[in-house]
């Protein structure tokens, strides 16, 4: 078990299983629920770590399959580790690459020893394994490090998730039996696919060998939001209420407030800054494509109820020739705003949890936004 982690649980909403807390790490407090920025490679994509503070950030992800890839992770661990690396002051999570070894990775070979694939980037051939991913998320030094597992695909028959869950539990104790730094908290991942049973079992499983949290992971990779959110359940009614639950990858509105309704404490995704190198931003008006013709001449800020640098001191009009002119401030503009919008709404949970008016909240957000999807 981590030495200074805990999860500090301080009010539950009466009418659903929305809960507010403070999650305790050795780099910081940071309040439940909250929406992760992701800094791939040690880096949330255009922004300083001064910027992602400044909006609001508390734990920021990085990606141990990628920093593996470069810089390696002697080079962040010879610099003190991830946080003195990139000089990010505030709690850190490395995700344990093993998405990235599915979805990136050319040619693998899964076996019960490990996984061999070649990079993405020249083709070299590497062997990931439970015990080398937690020696290279050691390394790195988050504050949380999660497990290594695969991510199964949807759909699959049942016979390959219950082969691929097992197998995940599996490296999921050998990982805990590898892992040594007790000022970490290692994160067991909940897999099943879209069973019931495999869920369950998965999780209680997970639960018995005693995570410091746990991540709900094989979720919104296709699947219809119903199954998602079925899924959602299958695990968390069998996790434990005191400790951290991580919601992989979700980053539109629906997907976040649902399962902070279902009693989700951390959620991360691409989503936000992905879309605003794109040009497309979350607004209290809804979406706004930039490269619109209609903002050339629009001299008003991009979201009037928007606190972030970008809406309080930029018009759409200069926003937008910014893009077109694919300058590099004009990313990071965009981004600033995309993931302020989404922290904020997150805030606005946090403060409606704590006043037992979360449904109702969470109605509101969705009425005004729809579900998200069109962001």
Not at 2 to 25: C, M, Q
Not at 103 to 132: Q, W
Not at 302 to 318: R, V
Request: with cysteine; net charge neutral; hydrophobic share 35%.
């Amino acid at each position: 078990m981590s030495k200074n982690f805990y999860l500090e649980i301080l009010h539950v909403d009466k009418n659903s299983k929305a809960r507010y807390g403070i999650l305790h790490t050795p780099h910081g407090d940071v309040e439940v629920p909250c929406f992760m920025p992701v800094g791939t490679v040690g880096s949330v994509k255009t922004l300083s770590p001064e910027e992602v503070k400044g909006i609001g950030s508390g734990i920021i992800l990085a990606n141990t399959y990628h920093l593996h890839l470069r810089p390696g992770e002697d080079i962040v661990a010879k610099a003190g580790g991830i946080q003195k690396f990139m000089n990010y002051n505030g709690p850190m999570l490395t995700d344990s690459g093993g998405f990235q070894v599915f979805s990136l990775a050319s040619k693998r070979d899964i076996k019960e020893e490990g996984v061999t694939f070649k990079s993405h980037l020249n083709g070299d051939k590497i062997f990931f394994s439970p015990e080398k991913v937690i020696e290279i998320e050691e390394k790195i030094g988050a504050d949380i490090i999660m497990s290594f597992d695969e991510c199964i695909p949807y759909p699959v028959s049942y016979e390959y998730a219950k082969n691929s869950t097992l197998r995940t539990l599996r490296w999921a104790k050998r990982g805990l039996d590898a892992h040594k730094r007790e000022d970490q908290a290692l994160f067991g991942i909940v897999q099943g696919g879209e069973f019931e049973d495999l869920r369950k079992m998965c999780a209680e499983e997970l639960v018995k060998m005693n995570f410091d949290g746990y991540s709900i992971g094989g979720t919104s990779i296709g699947e219809p939001k119903d199954v998602c959110f079925k899924m959602i359940d299958m695990a968390i009614n069998y996790l434990p209420f005191e400790k951290p639950r991580y919601l992989m990858g979700v980053g539109s509105l629906d997907y976040i407030l649902e399962g902070i309704a279902k009693g989700v404490d951390m959620m991360d995704c691409v989503l936000p800054t992905r879309i605003a190198r794109h040009g497309t931003l979350m607004t209290h008006n809804g979406r706004v494509n930039i490269k619109n013709e209609k903002y050339k001449e629009d001299f008003t800020p991009l979201d009037q109820e928007c606190d972030c640098y970008t809406c309080k001191n930029f018009t759409k009009a200069y926003l937008r020739h910014l893009y077109v002119s694919n300058e590099a401030f004009g990313q990071r503009l965009l981004s600033i705003h995309n993931l302020r919008f989404l922290i904020s709404i997150v805030e606005g949970a946090r403060n409606a949890i704590k006043e037992d008016r979360f449904n109702e909240y969470k109605d509101e957000i969705l009425k005004k936004y729809g579900d998200s999807r069109g962001f």
